[in-house]
Structures are given as structure tokens and as C-alpha cells.
């Protein structure tokens, strides 16, 4: 159950979430650019990849960072840094900006987490802002934060939509170090005057590609004008795009590349698309799959909100218990269906790309692409779900009048 009485979000692990109200997204307007079918079929046996072992050059005891953050991270069962950690942790230290670029479920909050809460741990006067693309990341990125930062005494305030502003109004008036939250609600509260940048030293823009895009490049221009000149920016992605590499100069200035991405898509994600010809087809097909015990933990992203809600009354007709993710659901109501889905009590998620981006949910064992993604960055983040910190996944893609092209014939 969702508390009505929501408070500031404490490190130390109290939180409870505001009210929420309807609210529209930004994922369902962007046009299809087309995709190489090829690139969506990867069959290659996995036993065959080598894999490359990884030695990092640190440990996360040999981090300067304070003893608490230390064991919190200890705490969470972490001792070696991911590659992505490794080398962005002493340069964000250091006090570089940074563009990050690493695969899926690599660890890329921690790996701005951890270095920005010891530098404000260092200084509780600077500010931090961290800007995502959507709530459910948002409230992931806080979570982190809070496990990370637990027992420092420091504070965050959660700015999103589909929350209650004057709530969000209140807490930013209490001491806080942290701003966590989506571009369209912190411009609104910068509009309102209830919040002010003018004294941040800190700026993360996560999934940074999507940040800089035609859905949010003016509210990031009017955000980042707010704030002083002379601060430390953070960008991370999984994928960079040639329409938003020269804004990506703009913003930061001199900085450090660091890229670990040995591939576009994770090795542990083996990939096939679906070949069927009619929408009757198509759900016949998928209602087959569902049923299968091999498909034990399955998200299926869907092109448009519409799409999402026809998609989960078919399935439910034909006895598949569902649960659904869109824009235009009440955020407590997308916070109920990620909850279920994580822990299992609900085997099956459809959603629109508002969940491709960042969410980290344990063991998804396919990625289903009922409707094609408007490009091939976005198909590489709606995989990404699967086959996370190098466990096994796949991804299947339904194609439609599909003709002319191999098709592995497996499903």
C-alpha cells in the first residue's frame, strides 16, 4: 500500500512515497527510424564466446572515500568494482567531468553514486542534481543513493511527476544535498521559484542520450542554465547517438571519455526475432510462448499506451496474468506493477519504453519486443533488462510481414 503521508528521503533508509496523479510521457510520440533486421539475431552458442576476464585496478577498499561509504558498499556484497566503476570512480574523485559509456546493467549508478556522496560527505554545503528520464528511474537512483549513503546523515529530495508538488515544495525548504528527479517537474519547480541551482556544484544527466533529445533537450537547456557555470557534470549512457554527440560537447566542456562497451548488446543475450503475419497470429504466438515454462520471468515492450492496455485485456482473456507499465497510469499504480513484477507475483510485465531505460529487475528471463522499437538504441536498452551482470537472457523480436531475411525458425 501506497502511504499518503510521504516524507523527505533520509540516507538512513526512511522513506515513504507521495500521492500521486496521472501524468503523460514522452516515449510513445518518437517516430520509427527502421531496423536491420540482422542486427536483431544473435544465435551464437554462448558456451562458444570467450569471455574476457576483467582485472580491475582497484579494490573498493582502495577508494578514497570515507569508512561508512566503504561499508555500506561492503554491505551490499560488493568488493571488486565493475569496469564502469573502476575507471570513472577516481576520475569523478579527481574532479573531472565525465561522459560514462557502459553496457546495460553494469553498475553506472554506483559508479556516480559513490564518488559524488563522499564529495558532498567532505563538503554538506554543495549540491547535487541528478536528472533521468523517467519516475521508475528516478526512484531506482534514489534507492541507490539511500543504500549507498546510509548512516552519513545526508539528505534527498525526490523530484517527479505524477507526485505531489506541494509536498515536493515543502522538503526542498529542509536542509538536503541531494536533488533526484525528471526534467519536466524540477523545471516546474524551478519556474514556481520553489527551488534554486544557483548553488549547485554537481550535475548528472543518466541515460544522457535521451536526455539531450528532441522529448527533453529544452527542459535540460533551461535546468542547466539555472545552475553556475563552474560545476562538475556526469553524463552516462549505454548509447550515444550522432544527433546528440555535439550537444554532449556543449554541455560538458573539457572532460574525460570513459568507454567500456566491448559490444552494443550484452554477450549474455542470445537474440532471434519471431516471424508472423497477421496481429492474430502475433498474439497466438505469444500467448503460446507465455505458457511455456522456459518464459518463467518475461517483459514485453509494446510501441503506445493503447497498445499496452489491448495487449494486457487479450492476455487476460486467454488466462495469462499480467501486469502493465505506461505513462498514463497512476504512478502508484506503475510502482504497484514494478513491485510485482520484481518479486515475482506477477510473471509477466508489458510496458511501453518508459521501462527500457536503467531499471534493474532481477532474473527476467526474455525480453519480448511485441512491437517493433523506433531504433536500434532503443532496442540495445529494451534487452538490456535481460541477461544483466552476466547472466543469461534472451531477446525475441515479433516482425510482421516479415519476408527475405534468415529466420532461425527456433520459436
Known sequence: MVSSRPSNSRFSGRYSRPPFRRSSNRFSRRKSKGLDISRLINNEPQEEEKQEVFTPK???????????????????GYSEPTPIQDAA??????????LGLANTGTGKTAAFAIPLLEKVLQNRSKKVVVICPTRELALQINEEFKSFGKGTGLFSVLCIGGAN??????????????????PGRIKDLLFRKT??????????LDE???????????????IVGKMPKEKQTLFFSATINSEVKGLINEFLGEHKVISVKARETAKSVS??????QSIVEKLDKLTELLNTAEFSKVLIFVKTKSGVDR???DLIKRGVKVSTIHGDKPQSIRQRSIYNFKNNVSKVLIA???????????????????????TYEDYVHRIGRTGRANKKGKALTFVEGFAGHRYSGRY
Do not use: C, W
Open 58 to 76: 582497484h579494490l573498493f577498499s582502495d577508494f578514497n572515500v570515507s569508512s561508512r561509504i566503504k561499508e555500506n558498499v561492503m554491505g551490499k
Open 89 to 98: 570512480i577516481p576520475e569523478i574523485l579527481s574532479g573531472h567531468n565525465v
Open 165 to 182: 508538488i506541494r509536498t515536493q515544495i515543502h522538503f526542498l525548504t529542509k536542509p538536503h544535498q541531494f536533488i533526484i528527479g525528471t
Open 195 to 204: 527551488l534554486r541551482l544557483d548553488n549547485a556544484s554537481y550535475l548528472v
Open 208 to 222: 544522457v542520450d535521451r536526455m539531450l533529445d528532441m522529448g527533453f533537450i529544452d527542459d535540460i537547456k533551461y
Open 271 to 276: 537474440q532471434d526475432v519471431i516471424k508472423v
Open 311 to 313: 495487449l494486457e485485456r
Open 352 to 374: 511501453t519504453d518508459i521501462a527500457a531505460r536503467g531499471l534493474d529487475i532481477p532474473e527476467v528471463s526474455h525480453v519480448i519486443n511485441y512491437d517493433m522499437p523506433a
